[in-house]
């Protein structure tokens, strides 16, 4: 077994560092309700936020259902796993079911479709504590954001990594000079599952390490684009700039829509004139990269864009948060759309057994002012949801009103017709061919001596 998993924490009280958000979340589950909103742990990964989970479950003896990134996310799925888990008692007799979404960020693409959405509607009907732990909270929807309560993880400082690294070593019998381990705590950059994977690998058939065992097992120190992005509106140096270009996941014409989309931190409008010019230079070089299939050309737009706008920059720096290039969220928006028109298309021509083509072509807009004019109605008629009745009405916000008085009057008929059962029920006498009654008092009625089985 791995050293992660053979020494993960198995009490809140072993979670090295974030002790603040290690006693939120115990305050938490001391005095969990319905009413009480699911916790959202947020952070870079390797900083303990699963551990914390799976420690918090063990303290208050709940029973995890967990559901990550490698499960398939769609809406029924989530409804099967999380929702019948997050509803129903526990079976091994612990006090509750902790139901625990790992890596809610990445709720995406087709597999994930409807995830988010479902997660909501879990949240809403579920009458167990819920965790959802992401990696960066930014990306989470509106709606998750608004049904969960924020806890942040922050990264560990080296000098709380070196005991849990000692202890480790201690009990697996290998010595180690002191700097190794604050070499190891160091090069994690505040990962502690990080520095526990380069120990274990450093001390595979060893009992003592040295400063020079380490060198092969140092963490993966690959830039990010926020560092990227960030480095060239610091004003970092140009060869800095050109090896983190290199290191990213992205490529240049992705990293020249990061630019572009992050513009507006420039401090002035000649500034942003000058970077505009320089990321239309390399749109350039990008196009002939594409057309002509000669991928060198990447290196000049590299260079013109980030040496350009770092030099527009002028080291003013980014004073705000780094965000991803609005079109995305434009683009996003409008598969969104297209997605739903889809499947509501697919739903009315199984309805209506008209085919799909001829209900998009020639009968959506006369359908369209139908529900207009009655929402509420085909709300009923054809169990629309908000985004399916802002397609026929543009009117997001209308839609959603609508579908929500829709569904309180249907609960409240519910409700009076169980009233009305419940009072008849209570009031009607019996008749001679209604079925037997209570066995007892059937027994009362019977002659003296005779006697019966059921």
């Known amino acids: 077994m791995d050293w992660v998993e053979k020494y993960r924490p198995q009490r809140l009280q072993d979670v090295v560092g974030n002790s603040g958000a290690v006693r939120q979340m115990y305050e938490w589950a001391r005095d969990w309700s319905r009413q009480k909103k699911p916790l959202l742990l947020y952070g870079k990964p390797g900083i303990g936020k699963t551990s914390s989970a799976h420690a918090l479950a063990n303290d208050m003896n709940w029973e995890m259902v967990e559901l990550n990134a490698s499960d398939q996310r769609t809406k029924s799925a989530l409804e099967r796993v999380a929702g019948s888990g997050s509803t129903t008692a526990s079976l091994s007799g612990a006090s509750r079911k902790l139901i625990l979404l790992d890596e809610a960020d990445n709720l995406h693409g087709q597999a994930d479709r409807g995830g988010a959405k479902a997660i909501v509607e879990i949240i809403a ?26 806890v942040q993880f922050r990264a560990l400082q080296a000098r709380s990594i070196v005991p849990r690294l000692r202890q480790i070593c201690a009990a697996e019998g290998v010595t180690c000079d002191p700097l190794v381990l604050d070499d190891i705590a160091g090069r994690a950059g505040g990962d502690m599952r990080a ?27 690959r830039s990010t684009i926020f560092e990227l992005v960030g480095g060239v509106f610091k004003g970092r140096r140009d060869a800095d700039l050109l090896r983190m270009a290199v290191e990213v996941e992205d490529t240049p014409d992705t990293i020249e829509q990061w630019l572009e989309g992050n513009i507006d931190h420039m401090p002035d409008l000649a500034s942003r004139a000058k970077g505009y010019a320089c990321l239309s230079r390399a749109d350039e070089y990008i196009g002939r990269t594409y057309r002509r299939q000669y991928y060198t050309l990447w290196r000049y737009a590299s260079a013109v864009m980030l040496i350009g706008v770092a030099d527009a920059a002028g080291g003013h720096g980014v004073h705000g948060r780094i965000m991803p290039p609005s079109r995305w969220q434009k683009m996003g928006a409008s598969k969104k759309q297209k997605t739903i028109r889809a499947g509501l298309t697919r739903k009315l021509s199984d309805m209506t057994h008209i085919p799909e083509d001829a209900l998009r072509e020639d009968f959506f807009t006369a359908i369209s002012i139908l529900v207009e004019q009655d929402p509420a109605g085909y709300v009923r008629e054809f169990e629309l949801d908000a985004d399916e009745l802002a397609l026929f009405i543009h009117d997001k916000a209308r839609a959603t009103k609508v579908v929500k008085d829709v569904a309180k009057e249907e609960k409240a008929k519910e409700k009076k017709e169980s009233g009305k059962q419940k009072a008849s029920g209570k009031g009607r006498k019996p008749r001679d061919d209604d079925p037997p009654g209570d066995t007892a008092e059937m027994r009362q009625d019977l002659p003296p001596g005779q006697a019966t089985l059921f």
Do not use: C, F, W
């Not at 504590?129 to 954001?145: F, G, Q, V």
């Not at 040295?210 to 963490?219: E, I, N, Q, R, Y």
């Open 125 to 150: 009907a579920s009458q167990q504590p819920i965790i959802l732990i992401a990696n960066d909270y930014y990306s989470l929807s509106r709606d998750i954001k608004a049904a969960t309560e924020p």
């Open 195 to 221: 520095a526990v994977n380069m120990l274990y690998a450093a001390a595979i058939g060893k009992e003592h390490l040295a400063t020079g065992d380490v060198h092969t097992s140092a963490k993966d120190e």
